[in-house]
């Protein structure tokens, strides 16, 4: 895929982390929700896994729809479904689990909750924060793996991702990671805005942005997506009703 790449700052390499950049995976911030696992989590193959019986790539890992299979290093995505919200939170159908990150992780002072509520009559993961410029701040994100135990996810044989969301007419990002990245700022962008009203947003994999790297988006290694309320002071406040890919 031909990449879209933005200019490199002058004075500033893709291997050091420029004002605004998220950098996930240090510490995270969640509220005290009680997780547990989907009532429907296939138990046997567990305990099959447990008892050595069963092979790890043998394991079909998402515990609500049978959405997964094994080819070569990847998980290869054979269902749209990223998330429904029919586990209870943090946990996805696919088997991983949503977090929350801000910029305190890098010694911002931005805030925010991630908590499950009912929001114009559909089940939500709810974002909400005030996001600061202090301290050289300024996001707030959730976050989730896109395949268990740290592997990655193949979705080449899709268009894009489309998510439901609801908020107050502020601007969000959408952010994409593969295994090719190596420094935690690096990822691949693009933005929507989340109306006062339930819509459905469509990305396409052609029109997100590399950011502080010059290696095309490939989508045979994806492994984490992010929403992230960044680059500017305000009340973040995003509802996010669904996750899934679309073509």
């Known amino acids: 895929m031909k990449e879209r790449g933005l200019a490199r700052k002058k004075g500033r390499s893709h291997n050091q982390p420029a004002k605004g950049d998220v950098i996930p995976g240090q510490v995270h911030r969640s509220t005290s929700v009680t997780s547990r696992e989907c009532k429907r989590l296939p138990l046997r193959r567990f305990i099959k ?8 790539r043998q394991l079909v890992v998402d515990p609500c729809v049978e959405s997964w299979e094994t080819q070569g290093t ?7 479904i990223i998330d429904d919200l029919s ?3 943090p946990l ?3 088997g991983t689990s949503w977090q929350l990150f801000t910029d305190q992780v890098m010694g911002g002072v931005s805030d925010g909750t991630m ?17 600061s410029l202090e301290n050289n701040g300024g996001f707030i994100q959730i976050s989730v793996d896109l395949a268990p135990e740290g592997d990655v996810a193949d979705v080449s ?10 908020g107050r007419g502020e601007e969000y990002s959408l952010r994409l990671r593969t295994s090719e990245l190596t420094r935690p700022w ?3 962008r693009q933005s929507f805005i989340a109306t006062p009203k339930w819509q459905t947003v469509k990305l ?8 502080r790297t010059e290696i095309p988006l490939n989508l045979q290694s994806l492994r984490r997506l992010g929403l992230v309320a960044i680059g500017r002071a305000f009340a973040a406040d995003l509802a996010l009703g669904g996750l899934r890919l679309f073509g």
């Not at 908590?115 to 996001?131: C, L, S």
């Open 87 to 89: 586990c209870e939170l």
């Open 204 to 211: 396409s994999f052609d029109r997100f942005e590399p950011h």
């Open 49 to 56: 896994l447990c008892a050595g019986e069963l092979n790890p």
């Open 115 to 131: 908590v499950r509520e009912i929001i114009d009559g559909r089940p939500a993961i709810r974002m909400r924060g005030d996001v």
């Open 74 to 80: 990847a998980m290869l995505i054979t269902s749209a």
């Open 157 to 166: 044989g899709w268009q894009g991702i489309e998510l439901d969301v609801l």
């Open 92 to 94: 996805t159908v696919i």
């Open 186 to 188: 690096q990822s691949y």
